[in-house]
């Protein structure tokens, strides 16, 4: 398996958010992870006495942010499916005190498709609980007087409906999918290299997603293609970016160490989540691979098989 | 513009080759860098005058080196443009004591399909004559039982004919242009990700080169991107790895301190064939962007408008 690659670490200057002991791995169920066991094989008692430590590190947690794709479902043809146990696992928490977001890099499709299509799977969820990183661009562009080249997938377009594209002094970047051909990649870089000072905005850097069918290529890669072509480094909007982060706390009301991240992505969830002061659990469900439980620049709070493992967990411990 | 990309620089650890003072630079003719006036409007003592400290550089230079993309022509439709003076250039040079070799990064073309297509531009030039990344990293491929999934333009396919493809164990990258489709990256992709150990072997690591109707983006950011993507380094065959301009110089047996590069890339010719031992002249074509002349890391022996200067600089002084 690939070695992880050295710049997927953190930007520095940031102070380690104080924790307690890190790392707390459940036992795995099996080998092939991404397909966790069905719910319900373990008894009640055994899954308490394995969560014991891990339950401790949930004290005084408020709020929890949940990633969706590779935790609530792995995307794909025809929409997809909802991984095992997600769909009760986000109704128990939102029956529960804790407060609740949904904090995503989906960057294909605009809010309204993405909960049209969760809803449809049986999820509980409105486009107002979601944070995602396409309006965030779109209020930066703004603020800026910003004027983008859209690479972007068809899917998100209508998410930039209020932006003025005309005369372009930047380029935003999603993930484009299919949209990603060598002629719009040259395009934008063509706009990039005609800028006396280039802005790329990146709608996440994710290495790669899991689709049904499927390891595939996110954002990321192309965005590291067009900063090494044009030589500069672009702004990322959306996990690991502090500010996006913060902006999903700050909608629920808790602060970053009343909160735990829930994500499938050793970096992008949970390393992010942890530089802003979180906790943080990773998913063994999604994009995860064996490997992440021995990342080199990130440690999990803790590993779980599932979201309805760690909605298990949560919902032991918080109120103790 | 762009700043350049601080990872754009040398592979550590080679020592700096021993050369007289750096940077030696010939008056501009025009700020249009990339179209030089034509040549006959400076007579021939004001050119000698122009020269003289430049001419020094090239005391006992044996063999030159000649990029074919940028320096010779402007490829694009219908064969591309030669550049103007640049056929007479190298005949001039092919009549004159000095030895030359072709050395290119283009990974786009067969080095026959290449060489007929310069052939039907007037240039005097033969396949034998050119040292390409192709042929290269067909050698290393038999040499270590490597048999590649291939992610590289049709014109290029036939160099590939005598290699094992079948259940590939790396991947090679060139210059696919239009093939670097998002369904061909992500094959590529996931063929390195099934591997323990993922190998990717890059024809080059170009940023762009120009083509008549514009610049384009070369193999190197989608060579970062599946680096990115997988966490690997990609072994680079071409420019600017010392094995191939020793290669290049071994076919004409030169040593490097006796050859001088000549090139568009002030990344890739000049600072590669530098690292070598080697003197090197960026030319004003091509290419070629005024921020190189202020290259934060590399500094051409001398810049020139185009070959034909390049190669009344050599005849003049060469055998002085």
């Not at 890669?221 to 982060?245: D, H, N, R, T, W």
């Amino acid at each position: 398996m690939p070695r992880p690659h050295p710049s997927s670490g953190f930007a520095p200057g940031l102070p380690a958010p104080p924790r307690l002991a890190r790392g707390t791995t459940l036992p795995r169920r099996s080998c092939a992870a991404a397909v966790p066991a069905p719910l319900g094989t373990r008894s009640r008692e055994a899954l308490s006495d394995a969560m014991a430590p891990l339950g401790e590190l949930l004290a005084g947690v408020r709020g929890v942010l949940l990633d969706i794709s590779g935790v609530l479902y792995d995307s794909g043809a025809g929409g997809g499916t909802a991984i095992a146990g997600s769909v009760e696992a986000v109704a128990r928490l939102k029956r529960s005190r804790l407060k609740v977001r949904f904090c995503t890099n989906e960057s294909q499709k605009s809010r309204a498709e993405l909960v049209g299509q969760l809803r449809r799977l049986g999820f509980d969820i409105s486009e107002g609980e979601v944070t995602a990183p396409a309006p965030a661009a779109c209020q930066i562009l703004k603020e800026r007087g910003l004027r983008p080249h859209l690479l972007i997938h068809d899917g998100v377009r209508s998410e930039f409906d209020q932006i003025d594209t005309s005369n372009p002094n930047c380029v935003v970047i999603a993930d484009a999918g299919e949209s990603f051909s060598y002629q719009n990649m040259n395009s934008a870089f063509q706009v990039l290299m005609e800028l006396e000072n280039p802005v790329l905005i990146s709608l996440g850097k994710g290495r790669y997603y899991k689709e049904t069918s499927g390891l595939m290529l996110d954002v990321g890669p192309y965005m590291k293609a067009l900063e090494y072509a044009c030589g500069i480094q672009a702004e990322v909007v959306g996990k690991p970016s502090p500010e996006f982060f913060k902006s999903a706390l700050q909608a629920i009301g808790v602060e970053a160490h009343q909160a735990v991240m829930i994500g499938d992505d050793i970096v992008g969830d949970v390393g992010g989540a942890q530089r802003c002061g979180m906790r943080a659990l990773q998913v063994r469900t999604g994009k995860f691979r064996p490997s992440d439980e021995h990342h080199p620049e990130v440690k999990a709070d803790g590993y779980v098989d599932n979201l309805a493992e760690a909605v298990d967990l949560l919902l032991q411990h918080v109120d103790k």
